[in-house]
């Protein structure tokens, strides 16, 4: 009976044992399941985290605008690529204040006076060196839920292209009216001077209706070059692109110039290949005729112009307008084809010139695609080039 017992009991015993060491197999199987787990997801979140990181600081990168993110104590948090390669500042510029990046007190200001505000704050300011810069500066609070200040976003804008292109037509229209002026004004006289009792003298009546004539044909001249610019500035000008056989073209423009070529004695000379290019033909000739006509008035009286041309490439053809005269000054070559910059504005005038030829040039070419670049080594003349998309008659 004892027996029977004790061996029941070892039995029991055995079996509790087993038990229990597959109860503490399958605990730690499930705790080392659980830890693998737990590591997944860790790794999971912080791929996630990453992610989104990422994706923030591509957006950030990818802006136009330069983007500065400070914290609640007013330190910078994220600078996008934008704003460093604007300022010029290194790439990692964490924990440090718009102050101690910048040294522009006024962005200091801002930065302040949009904490105490729950509004965006627009602000402009210039930056000054060697080139100056002007940027617009839009800043705002970022707030939590309960009302409590988390940050400060500001965004800059870089408006010196604006700025200018708005210096530049402040500059133009101040141009136009100057130049609008003078023959105005010397036309009113006359006129004037003509009906106090000048008309009664037939010696001075001639002369002063010619200087009347003189000037309002400039005035004229000046209408029609700004009215071609504002066509052209405006992009509702279509081009008519087509073949041009260049060499016949050259012929028809420099006979259009023979009587005011012979009055300087100046010898015209086509020196162009038989090449072929897609332009317009009508805006071509104008080019043309406003490089040849400048050449004959600047160049030197008993000399020579000649248009040249090749093929530069497979797809371009390059032309070139050239005299023998005293050329432009090193100083002037980068500003001729700006809008009434003249070398010699007396000169210019004298020639009844507008001041607005070459840049009515420039404008042309470029609409074809094409350069026009000029050389010129003083007293030993000018020379025009510029290019246009060469005409393949293969491909016709
Ligand atoms: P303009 O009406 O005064 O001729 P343009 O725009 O055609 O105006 O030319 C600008 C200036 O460039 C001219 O006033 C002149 O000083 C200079 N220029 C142009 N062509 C020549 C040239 N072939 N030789 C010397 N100077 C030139």
């Known amino acids: 009976m004892w027996l029977t017992l004790t061996i029941l009991l070892a039995v029991a015993l055995a079996v509790l044992v087993i038990r229990y060491l597959q109860l503490r197999n399958a605990l730690r199987r499930a705790e080392q399941d659980a830890g693998a787990h737990i590591e997944e997801l860790q790794e999971r979140y912080q791929n996630q985290a990453l992610h989104v990181q990422t994706q923030q600081e591509t957006l950030f990168n990818s802006m136009i605008e330069g983007l500065l993110l400070l ?48 509004q965006v704050l627009g602000h402009e300011l210039k930056l000054g060196g ?5 940027l617009q500066i839009n800043a705002a609070g970022i707030f939590n839920g309960d009302g409590k200040k988390q940050g400060t976003i500001l965004v800059f804008h870089d408006l010196t292209r604006l700025k200018q292109l708005e210096r530049q037509r402040e500059e133009f229209v101040a141009n136009v009216s100057h130049e609008l002026r003078t023959p105005l004004s010397l036309i009113k006289g006359y006129t004037e001077t003509l009906l106090d009792g000048a008309k009664d003298n037939p010696e001075v009546e001639t002369k002063f209706l010619q200087t009347i004539q003189r000037n309002s044909e400039r005035l004229q001249l000046l209408i029609e070059d700004l009215l071609t610019i504002s066509e052209l500035e405006s992009g509702r000008l279509k081009m008519n692109l087509q073949s041009v056989r260049l060499r016949s073209l050259v012929d028809r423009v420099l006979e259009d110039f023979k009587t005011q070529a012979e009055s300087r004695h100046v010898e015209l000379k086509n020196e162009m290949p038989d090449l072929t290019a897609r332009a317009d033909s009508d805006r071509l000739q104008q080019v043309l005729g406003n490089l040849i006509g400048n050449a004959i008035k600047y160049g030197r009286s008993d000399g020579h112009v000649g248009v040249s ?64 670049w000029v050389k010129s080594e003083p007293g030993k003349g000018a020379a025009f080039y510029f290019t246009l998309p060469a005409k393949h008659e293969a491909t016709n």
């Not at 060697?130 to 002007?134: F, G, I, M, P, V």
């Not at 090749?310 to 005299?323: G, I, P, Y």
């Open 309 to 372: 041309g090749r093929l530069a490439n497979a797809n371009l053809v390059e032309l070139c307008v050239h005299d023998d005269g005293p050329g432009i000054p090193p100083e002037s070559i980068e500003r001729v084809f700006e809008r009434f910059y003249r070398v010699d504005k007396a000169r210019s005038r004298e020639q009844g010139g507008t001041g607005l030829g070459l840049s009515i040039v420039k404008h042309i070419v470029q609409s074809h695609g094409g350069k026009v």
């Open 130 to 134: 060697l080139s100056e810069r002007w």
């Open 71 to 118: 914290d609640e104590h007013e330190r910078i948090q994220l600078a996008n690529r934008a704003f460093t390669q604007l300022f010029g500042t290194p790439a990692d510029l964490r924990g440090k204040t718009v102050l101690e990046v910048l040294r522009q007190h006024e962005l200091a200001e801002l930065v302040a006076k949009v904490a105490a505000e729950k």
